[in-house]
């Protein structure tokens, strides 16, 4: 009969403890389990104890290694030997109490959770209870899109109920021979979990000894913490997650060291030399595997064969300043010049331009051609734009530059792509570079391109209306809007249907109906409406149905006829409703459009019927705040606000973080004056008290 539960014991070196380990599996009231005993070459005597406890309980397997592979190669052994549908594993020092595998399986409610976790207890030799741990009770069901999987749960394997297919299907297994194989292996099995459900209860028992390897630091701590690192992110690369990923793997880096850093100065006031190095070790972690990795990552294997060659590759080579370790807590940037020409990924969104063969022919026609083209079709609008920017952040160590040109894009001249490279060269701190093109539907210059270097991020968002999110950039952003010549024609040729969907999208973008008052953007219902009136005006001088269509689909979104869908390309109501319009002419619609859009008075009347009320309210508040904002603040006002910001708790917690950051002129300025320290916060650490106290400012 096949279990429901298979434990894995691994089995090294713990023959004082082993017997109380196993003997409390075997009295658990939950029966219907295995219990898995990886003897890892112990030399001792593990192997003999649980050999006579299987003598009682035939639940109990033995299986030995012929060499020693470490409690990682233990466990996959357990794993790959395991003939139920979950797994649990109890480390063969510590000890559960008799319902933690009954109180595990209920929680996984008739099987449905992937993962369920349990509380556990830190104890002493003697079960003094030191500390308790994960008490709460709750469930995500399903596990959000783009949640940090890191932030989940610990990463231990022992406390918690494993679906087996996790780890045999997705074929992820535990490194061996190696630290932290836990933190190796957890959040890779979490990029896969579909739920996690926590049931608190402090189940498990860990047992703290002063003679474990955990409290130990060593040379091979600091190797293997590379190796766990370069693991996780290698799994990402290769599975295609990290650019869902990167923003949660950059964190960890970043957690890891304030950790250890923590750890060892608040522990010990006055470090040894042993400490002091490797908190030296530890900030060179942080600096190489966050602004040296992806630039080596992206060297040719000539390069590569050099710089082991020689030894003293200029460092620049690299893209790293000299100075690479910020005396301020500024983590440094990754600087131009690049060390050869830029490799340039070019990322074009189709869904059915009419434009889109004359848009590869003129990217053919570039004479700068160290490009790749890439093309996402047949995707809805949300799918396609996080699949572009996931792959910008999954190829930032191989290409240097990222250009989004739409498929209803088309170059200017052959020399574009060429003078985008040279913005990007030209300015070492450049991350997104916009240019203005000629659109046709307007007949006026608007934002058309965005280009990006390697070094900038997008958060994962669930965003659907405004697909293009700002990204996070270490540099700044460069907007040309009136260009000295024409870089790029937006949408020179639209099919009618194309100018349709123009229409209905920005409709969307214009109304915002479906949105809180709080999630309206006034600046967008400004700028769609101005849109709107130049294609209006267009549509007046030409004459060109296809202006027609655009205004109408804007007036079908207006009078909710149209839904949210319409902004893919595929929307079936939206098809349906192009085929009503699609034979109408131009005086048609002409006659169907004037009463809306003829007069200033029934434009007027026309805008507040298409962002109503809550819409006309939050353009006049946003107005208003930005308004108060260019007032002068009284100084009662102020000495107000900074005894507020004073006495508040985070205040002093936050001041006491920051102090070994700021120079002395800072700290008195945070002091003396908080709201003016916090309002002209410049540094990236100081923006982040502004955002702690925003209620106060």
Known sequence: ??????????????????????????????????????????????????????SDDKRIKLIQHVENRGLGGARNTGILHARAPYIASVDSDDYIEPTMLEALYEGTMGE??????????????????????????????????????????????????????????????????????????TPRIFAYAKNVNFIGGEYYKYLVRSDSITNKISDKHKLDKYRELDLVKEFFIERGLYGKYHNAFRKRVLDTYRVHYTTIVDNDKSPDDQSV????????????????DDAIRGMTIEELHTAFQDGGIDIRRLGLKRQTISLEGIPPRIERP?????????????????????????????????????????????????????????????????????????????????????QFNADPQLDHFIVACNDWMTGK????????????????????????????????RVIMENPDRIFFHH????????????????????????????????????????VFFSVWSRFVETGDQRLGLALVACHLVI???????????????????????????SAEMLSLLQPLWGTRPSRRKYFARAVGSDGLRKIEEDRRKREKAKTPVKRSTLLASDERIRSRRRYRI?????????????????????????LDARHPALKLGKWLLRGDL
């Open 112 to 185: 449905h959770y992937d993962v369920v976790v349990c509380g556990y207890d830190r104890v002493d030799e003697t079960g003094k209870v030191l500390s308790k741990h994960l008490r709460s009770q709750k469930s995500m069901d399903p596990i959000p899109d783009g949640q940090d999987p890191y932030k989940i749960a610990n990463p231990a394997f022992w406390n918690k109920l494993w679906r087996t297919s996790l780890y045999t299907e997705n074929e992820i297994y535990f490194p061996n021979h190696i630290y932290y194989q836990d933190a190796a292996t």
């Open 445 to 476: 210059q608007i934002i058309g391109v965005h280009a990006f270097s390697n070094r900038v991020t997008w958060e994962q968002s669930a965003e659907g209306l405004f697909v293009d999110p700002s990204p996070k950039r270490p540099g700044k």
């Open 559 to 585: 009078s909710d006829e149209l839904g949210d869908g319409a902004q893919d390309y595929k929307d079936a109501e939206l098809h349906e409703s192009f085929q009503k319009y699609a034979s109408v002419s």
């Open 277 to 292: 190095r490797y908190l030296r070790y530890l900030l060179l972690m942080r600096e190489s595997y966050l602004h040296l």
């Open 654 to 678: 936050y001041s006491a973080v920051l102090s070994p950051f700021i120079d002395e002129k800072l700290k008195r300025k945070l002091h003396n004056a908080p709201t003016a320290f916090f």
């Open 338 to 422: 690049w060390s050869r020409a830029p490799e340039v990924l070019v990322l074009t969104l189709h869904s059915g331009e009419n434009e889109f063969a004359a848009s590869k022919r003129s990217l053919d026609h570039q004479t700068y051609k160290r490009w790749t083209h890439k093309v996402f079709s047949d995707l809805g609008s949300v799918e396609s734009h996080r699949a572009l920017y996931g792959e910008i952040m999954a190829n930032s160590g191989r290409y240097h530059i990222f250009v989004k040109f739409d498929a209803d894009m088309v170059f200017a001249d052959e020399n574009v792509l060429a003078d985008i490279v040279k």
């Open 491 to 530: 949408s020179p040729d639209p099919s009618p249907f194309q100018a349709f969907h123009f229409g209905a999208h920005r409709g969307l973008k214009l109304t915002q109906r479906f949105r809180s008052y709080e999630d309206k953007r006034s600046d967008a219902m400004i700028s769609q409406w101005d």
């Open 1 to 54: 009969m096949t279990p429901k539960i298979s434990v894995i014991v691994p089995l090294y070196k713990t023959e004082r403890f082993v017997e109380k380990c196993v003997r409390s599996i075997m009295e658990q009231t939950f029966r219907d389990i295995e219990i898995l005993c990886i003897d890892d070459c112990s030399p001792d005597n593990s192997a003999q104890i649980v050999r006579r406890l299987a």
